[in-house]
């Protein structure tokens, strides 16, 4: 049976470029989750000045398309401000691959998506936002929908796994419907502070476990 990838997509998946992470990035953005399937947490460094991406590096767990997509989208956006590399598509990835196998398409989804997130933090953290909206409600769960809850495999608003949120003074209150020493509590908390901490106006995200919710959300 052949291989249905093209020799692109081996290349970047035998040999992938920047792979590894920036210690003191400038953003962080994970996409996907690691206990339902792929994931991509990408790192980047920016020049204040320029607004040009210096760095940037990945880590991935996945398929060898994963990898492929993610390597090649850091190429792409290696030296280009942050407002072109923002405009890279997926489309454009799978272009330079020579064409993922259609159930693969997702993957090249997956890395621009990381790429975006990153690109979205960095201008939050740095006021480079073009219009200051405040962080309300609906900010912060449109941000929690791309975190995966691991017990069902669908996101933490969805599966009720975030069952309150408060705002005050720039912090954020999470209470969520899980146990401090559940297996997947640490995992989870941090990723929704990767996902609200670099909002402009936000300073602190708190996040408390429910013992009394604990029966609803079972491993």
């Known amino acids: 049976m052949s291989i249905p990838y093209t020799k692109k997509i081996l290349e970047n998946f035998l040999h992938p470029k920047n ?31 320029t ?21 090649i989208i850091t190429e792409l956006a290696k030296g280009k401000t942050i407002n072109k590399a923002k405009k890279i598509s997926w489309e454009k ?10 159930v ?12 975006k997130s990153a690109i979205d933090n ?3 953290a740095h006021g480079l936002i073009r219009e200051k909206v ?26 009720k796994l975030i069952k309150e ?22 995992n989870i908390s941090d990723e929704i502070k990767e996902r609200l901490e670099p909002l402009w106006d936000v300073k602190k995200v708190d996040i408390v476990g429910d013992l009394d919710s604990l029966t609803s959300q079972k491993s």
């Open 51 to 71: 607004h040009k991406i210096v760095d940037i590096k990945f880590k991935s767990y996945g398929c060898a398309a994963n990898i492929a997509t993610a390597s």
């Open 134 to 159: 405040p962080t309300d409600g609906k900010i912060i769960i449109k941000r929690l929908r791309h975190i995966i809850n691991p017990i069902f495999g669908k996101d933490v608003v969805s599966t």
């Open 165 to 186: 949120i408060k705002i005050k003074d720039g912090i954020i209150s999470i209470k969520m419907n899980l146990a401090p020493d559940h297996q997947f509590y640490n």
């Open 122 to 124: 960095y201008e939050q």
């Open 104 to 115: 693969k398409v997702h993957c090249a989804v997956l890395a621009i998506d990381a790429l």
């Open 19 to 49: 792979v590894g992470e920036i210690k003191n990035a400038d953003a962080i953005a994970t996409e996907g989750s690691s206990i339902c399937g792929d994931v991509v947490k990408l790192f980047i460094k920016v020049d204040p000045k």
């Open 93 to 102: 990835a799978n272009k330079e691959l020579g064409g993922l196998p259609p």
